[in-house]
């Protein structure tokens, strides 16, 4: 099986910074796209960055500029720096690993989630 191990979440001030990290481990063979996605409450879970192997980032539009993703593939890691935040930012950030290739069944396209990491900005 996987396990998808987030840490780097806690509590910063409007303006701050925090980076979350995400390390994916277990019989993975490959891990097509690893990203980010967050729920406050009350609210839908939606995406907040997501990049491929090949280092091809997407970002939610209230994010741009101000937050960056970016992978380490030999770690099967991946990370989420967050600037600049602001109270809105407040959530559970859950890590997301699609298309895993697993060594023990390389013919089935999986996805994992992590367990999710809270991010509180105070104002």
Do not use: H
Request: a positive charge; one cysteine or more.
């Amino acid at each position: 099986q996987v396990q998808l191990v987030e840490s780097g979440g806690g509590l910063a001030q409007a303006g701050g910074s925090l980076r979350l990290s995400c390390a994916a481990s277990g019989s993975i063979f490959s891990i097509n796209g690893m990203g980010w996605y967050r729920q406050a409450p009350g609210k839908e879970r939606e995406l907040v960055a997501s990049i491929t192997t090949a280092g091809s980032t997407n970002y939610a539009d209230s994010v741009k500029g101000r937050f960056t993703i970016s992978r380490d593939n030999a770690k099967n890691t991946v990370y989420l720096q967050m600037n600049s935040l602001k109270p809105e930012d407040t959530a559970v950030y859950y890590c997301n690993a699609d298309g895993v290739v697993l060594t023990t069944s390389p013919l089935i396209l999986r996805v994992y989630w992590g367990q999710g990491t809270q991010v509180t900005v105070s104002s």
